[in-house]
Nanobody, 115 residues
């Protein structure tokens, strides 16, 4: 059974930083792309960043230069370092992983950027 568990969310003032982590189990991660998505209230889920097995990264324009995605295959972990956070970054953040069987999602972690 594939399971993804996110952590690291919380309340942070504008300009602050957070680091999200996601640990996978029940799946081989080293060969598969992983990513972070977010969903704000009343909006659709959107891509934040992805990272391939070859460490190629892709970012949403809104987070380029502020967020950094990374992965640690032996630890089966994907992380998202978020700097210079803005109120519009407030959302539930989800990690995911894709393989030939499908796409798997974590339960999400809340990030709130507010003074």
């Amino acid at each position: 059974q594939v399971q993804l568990v996110e952590s690291g969310g919380g309340l942070v003032p504008p300009g602050g930083s957070l680091r999200l982590s996601c640990v996978a189990s029940g799946i081989i991660v080293s060969l598969n792309p992983m990513g972070w998505y977010r969903q704000a209230p009343g909006k659709e889920r959107e891509l934040v960043a992805t990272i391939t097995s070859g460490l190629r990264t892709n970012y949403a324009d809104s987070v380029k230069g502020r967020f950094t995605i990374s992965r640690d295959n032996p630890k089966k972990t994907v992380s998202l370092q978020m700097n210079s956070l803005k109120p519009e970054d407030t959302a539930v953040y989800y990690c995911n992983i894709r393989n030939e069987a499908g796409t798997y999602w974590g339960q999400g972690t809340q990030v709130t950027v507010s003074s």
